[in-house]
């Protein structure tokens, strides 16, 4: 089964630190990858995504991820961090369904809380 | 566009009762998918429908079913809801035509499901 891990749990920052969260994937075939954000009290939100392409993405708010397929990762990275990006990061992938029915289901990591600390 | 709208967004129940959830997409959006966020699991992917019909589903017991009606608006049910239940659940829609890059998710809020 497909799986994606989130290597930090909780990353405690101060405020203009440069950030990098790493996400892996487990899946041999096509993957289309993704970022989202939780605020505090808020929904879901995509940062950004992969289908193809430039492995280098840039998503919302200064946020970027690299696609290395050899490693299997999807790390996101802000160059400098402020107290407005405090949240839960979801690395999220999409693999097909067995069933092969055309359904898309994302299989998320347990997500990254980031404290940023003014 | 109004975005995926879900209610209640608050919820307390006790075990043993039954709950139904709703999801409204986004207009022109067909396929609905719904997942489970907890602390402990994170968030689990239950179910996805796609014009009325069950395409895919997670590893959840039978007591969690949905439906989707013709309009692409969902409901999920839960039955004899066990305190492992609380959790909030999301919705997400997609257009879901001609491929993954249109299969991008947009969630809604969440119902939050206390069950005491």
């Known amino acids: 089964a497909q799986s994606v891990s989130q290597h930090n749990h909780h990353v405690i920052l101060s405020e203009a630190a440069s950030l990098e969260l790493g996400c892996n994937y487990s899946?041999?075939?096509?993957?289309?990858l993704f970022w989202y954000v939780q605020y505090p009290g808020q929904h879901l939100q995509l940062l950004l995504k992969y289908f193809s392409g430039d492995p280098l993405v840039k998503g919302i708010k200064g946020f970027e991820a690299e696609f290395i397929k050899s490693k299997f990762s999807f790390n996101l990275r802000k160059p400098s961090v402020q107290w407005s990006d405090t949240a839960e990061y979801f690395c999220a992938v999409i693999t097909t369904s067995y069933s092969g029915a055309g359904s898309y289901q994302l299989t998320f990591g347990k997500g990254t809380k980031l404290s940023v600390i003014p | 566009k109004a975005g995926v709208t879900q209610t209640p967004r608050y919820l307390i129940k006790t075990r043993g009762q039954q709950v139904t959830l709703s999801c409204s997409p986004i207009s022109g959006h067909r396929s609905v998918s719904w997942y489970q966020q907890t602390p402990g699991q994170g968030l689990q992917f239950l179910f996805e429908?796609?014009?009325?019909?069950?395409?895919n589903k997670g590893n959840f017991p039978g007591r969690f079913s949905g439906r989707q009606f013709s309009n692409s608006r969902s409901e999920m049910n839960v039955s004899t809801l066990e305190l492992g239940d609380s959790a909030l659940y999301l919705c997400?829609?997609?257009?879901?035509?001609?491929?993954?890059?249109?299969?991008?998710?947009?969630f809604g809020p969440g119902t939050r499901l206390t069950v005491l």
């Open positions: 429908y796609f014009s009325e019909t069950q395409r």
């Open positions: 899946y041999g075939g096509t993957v289309n």
């Open positions: 997400a829609s997609s257009h879901n035509s001609g491929g993954a890059a249109y299969n991008e998710q947009f």
